[in-house]
């Protein structure tokens, strides 16, 4: 049986059959198995909207349009997969570019499905073109909308992972990515609060705790493409997070000295995060008590203009005091976090 007509199966069953609805939340690996799915990593519960549902399961809303075949070089989450040291990528990105990755990924005997929704991204205020948020609606196929894609050597991850994507399961999802279960809970309960107050990011929350953090645990490196971890940490001392960035270490050491050199010299460094002003990382930059001294040359920036970048360009220090910043004669609100070398 295709990867479509196992899907519309369990789709349509769980729309039709109240029944098997009642036995995804009460006992969700019984249930699974009853369609030949692993329900090893299922949680106590899987509750659906079966009412929400609205999709037509056609081979293109899975797999994507065909593309030219063009030379591809693919994203450092992929490679952590193929490499073994990720269970499976949630990639992100226009359709078209999505299912040229997918048909790369095919051919080297990895399974892909293309998300059941698209999205609407609106970029964040002074994070230059990133959105940590994106509005979903049902995917249509050939849009040239923002998708998903699920990649695993294993065919039940991508499976249960669509599900996943399709019903909310975030807590499974986040199981099927090899996420920490202290990180998904953690980023269960304070997404309300990162979508009302932050844009969608969680970065502020973890960054109250005092330094050094270690480098791999950086949530702020993806505003300058360095990002180690695909999930947030529940904390900047997260024993799970830092098992889980040893191992893409070694994977990466061992494949690709080269660019683990380069992330490292990234992310072990000072960054400066604000909600709106920009996210700053400082590179030749050392800390003294409350003030860092820093070459203003070397100073990586999410945006190119405002006030608080002048101030960065026009003194080689900063004052950290309590929640504030100040830069010369500008003072804002902002966080110091600093990561380096810890064992």
């Not at 797999?63 to 992929?78: A, E, I, K, M, V």
């Not at 999802?173 to 107050?197: H, I, K």
């Not at 904390?235 to 270490?249: D, H, V, Y």
């Not at 604000?274 to 996210?279: L, N, P, V």
Request: hydrophobic share 40%; net charge negative; proline share 7%.
């Amino acid at each position: 049986m295709n990867l479509g007509m196992r899907l519309g199966d369990f789709v349509g069953r769980v729309v039709h059959d109240p029944i098997f609805r009642r036995a995804l939340r009460y006992q969700p690996a019984a249930a699974l198995a009853e369609h030949g799915l692993s329900g090893t990593l299922a949680p106590d519960s899987l509750p659906v909207k079966h009412y929400e549902v609205r999709l037509n399961l056609m081979p293109e809303l899975l797999f994507g349009l065909p593309q030219p075949r063009r030379s591809l070089q693919p994203s450092l989450d992929l490679r952590w997969v193929r490499y073994g040291a990720r269970p499976m990528a949630l990639l992100h990105g226009p359709e078209f570019e999505l299912t040229e990755v997918a048909q790369w990924a095919r051919e080297r005997q990895l399974f892909t499905l293309l998300s059941p929704a698209q999205f609407s991204f609106q970029p964040d205020t002074g994070k230059g073109d990133y959105a940590n948020y994106g509005i979903p609606e049902p995917a249509v196929p050939g849009s040239g909308a923002w998708r998903g894609l699920l990649i695993s050597p294993d065919l039940h991850h991508v499976l249960l992972g669509w599900l996943s994507l399709l019903f909310r399961w975030d807590d499974f999802l986040g199981r099927l990515l090899g996420y920490p279960m202290c990180c998904v809970q953690a980023f269960q309960a304070r997404w309300p609060t990162a979508e009302r107050d932050h844009q969608g990011d969680l970065a502020p929350m973890l960054l109250d705790a005092e330094g050094p953090h270690d480098w791999a645990l950086n949530p702020l490196g993806r505003y300058f493409g360095a990002e180690y971890l695909a999930h947030f940490p529940c904390t900047l001392q997260c024993e799970a997070s830092k098992a889980q960035a040893r191992r893409q270490s070694e994977a990466l050491q061992l494949f690709e000295p080269a660019t683990f050199g380069a992330m490292r010299s990234t992310l072990a460094r000072p960054y400066l995060y604000t909600d709106a002003e920009g996210i700053f990382c400082f590179d030749e930059a050392t800390l003294d008590g409350q003030v860092l001294s820093y070459t203003p040359a070397k100073v990586l920036g999410s945006v190119a203009e405002g006030a608080l970048v002048q101030a960065l360009l026009g003194h080689d220090s900063l004052q950290v005091d309590g929640a504030q910043i100040q830069v010369g004669d500008v003072r804002v609100a902002g966080k110091l976090a600093i990561f380096g070398e810890i064992n």
